[in-house]
């Protein structure tokens, strides 16, 4: 295509369609006859010249001086040179997904270890796993509470109950990872020295059924029964029971404790999920709960609060539900409710990453991992033959140990390793401190 020549103060401007300039080489041109070309074609079209052999012959001797055969007025020595993109349109928006894009989390879709769990009894509203801090897995089958050591694979026997006071039917660690407590069919709790592997006390009185549930919150252990009462008990004086929660009409089968130890969530075969706060419990108000909730219409176990947000509680609902909700707990507001298409038996937030783990019952009693908050499945874990019951995390986050009616106890690497955490800057002693000084 013919560029439009533009002749301007002596520069030669070639508009381009990427708006680039190219200035010719001035070398190649020949501005005497350029000028005499542009004023003779002017003097035509203003007085046409009369025909006339003397003037012939004076044309043809300047168009012989000047080498009027040339087609171009201005010519160039080279062609102009193609322009080239430094950068491609893309460049720039791949460059800063590249920057800020975190890689995708390889998910091993299959358990790491497999172990074998008889005896497990298939009980929904039990609660017969627990991690504790010191890296101890403890598991209860049948009348027997086994340990399983994190950090050697090892497995040991804490304690056999006798029959008449079986099963366990519920054991949680406390915070100092060495001391377990056992619930027991015969509405009896046990409090277990697990490094001396002996007995401390047993907690009676206060339950008339059995204790499925157990929450610990520093020195007070919470325990939940069949009964519909929930009990604080002291475990350091004689007299142990402190306070007891009156709000559920069946078996508390799911009980938590928020990461600050302010508010206790508890779920029950009766479809409803409380939320209690601790002030309003140790005062003499007739109604104790914060918050009744009875948007599940199946009985709520799966209790699990947000380590990242300390009012976000995440409940999941039974067979008839097979719903996942996420709770306002300042509000009480629902501000999340998802499908899941199975019955949800147990919840636990990655410590690492905005991700939920699910665990399911029928038909496919499967793990999923949710992306919080969109809830967008990252992951759907496959491998037990039967409802998954109970989940417990290590302590450092990454491994999740399930154990279900198919008597298996399976590990899984799904919430990945645990971030490393940059070291903090050194500061300066005192300000101005890079400064030389005088004196």
């Not at 990242?308 to 509680?313: I, R």
């Not at 399930?402 to 990945?416: H, I, P, Q, R, S």
């Amino acid at each position: 295509m013919e560029c439009l020549l533009l002749w301007y103060s002596d520069v030669v401007f070639v508009p381009h369609k990427q708006l680039d300039r190219f200035i010719p080489n001035r070398s190649a041109m020949d501005f005497d006859y350029a000028h005499y070309m542009l004023t003779e074609e002017r003097k035509d079209k203003e007085i046409p010249p009369a025909s006339s052999p003397s003037r012939e012959a004076y044309r043809k001797h300047l168009a012989e001086t000047f080498n009027m055969n040339r087609t171009r007025i201005l010519a160039f020595k080279d062609k102009p040179p193609a322009s080239v993109e430094l950068f491609p349109p893309h460049f720039f928006s791949s460059a800063l997904q590249d920057k800020t894009a975190k890689p995708r989390r390889h998910i091993p879709q299959t358990s790491e270890r497999t172990l074998d769990a008889p005896d497990i009894v298939d009980d929904y509203y039990l609660n017969l796993l627990d991690w504790g801090s010191s890296n101890v897995l403890a598991i209860a089958l049948g009348n027997t509470v086994y340990l399983w050591d994190g950090s050697n694979g090892s497995t040991s026997e804490l304690v056999t109950i006798d029959d008449e006071d079986g099963p366990v039917t519920s054991v949680n660690w406390a915070p100092d990872g060495q001391h377990i407590a056992i619930g027991l069919n015969t509405s009896e709790v046990q409090l277990w020295d697990s490094t001396a592997n002996r007995q401390l006390r047993t907690l009676r009185g206060g339950h008339r059924l059995r204790v499925g549930s157990l929450a610990w919150n520093n020195h007070i252990l919470t325990t939940g029964g069949m009964d519909g009462l929930i009990i604080d008990n002291d475990v350091r004086v004689r007299s142990h029971i402190v306070e007891t929660y009156r709000g559920h009409e069946q078996e508390v089968c799911g009980l938590k404790w928020s990461p600050s130890g302010r508010q206790l969530a508890s779920g029950g075969n009766d479809n409803r999920l409380f939320i209690w706060d601790r002030s309003m419990a140790s005062s003499n108000a007739a109604t104790q709960w914060l918050h009744r909730l009875e948007e599940h219409t199946s009985a709520v176990k799966a209790l699990a609060w947000c380590p990242f947000q300390s009012n976000l509680l995440a409940s999941g609902g039974g067979g008839d539900d097979r719903s996942i909700k996420f709770w306002n707990t300042h509000t009480g507001a629902c501000l999340n409710s998802v499908d899941t298409g199975s019955q949800v038996c147990a919840l636990l937030w990655n410590k690492n990453e905005r991700e939920l783990l699910s665990s399911h019952g029928f038909s496919q009693n499967q793990l999923t991992l949710w992306k919080y908050p969109s809830m967008v499945k990252t992951a759907e874990l496959t491998g037990h033959a039967s409802r998954v019951l109970f989940m417990a995390q290590s302590p450092d986050g990454c491994t999740v140990a399930t154990a279900a009616a198919d008597e298996t106890l399976k590990f899984w690497n799904v919430f990945g390793a645990p971030q490393v955490a940059k070291p903090a800057p050194k500061a300066n002693p005192e300000p101005f401190s890079h400064v030389t000084r005088i004196r």
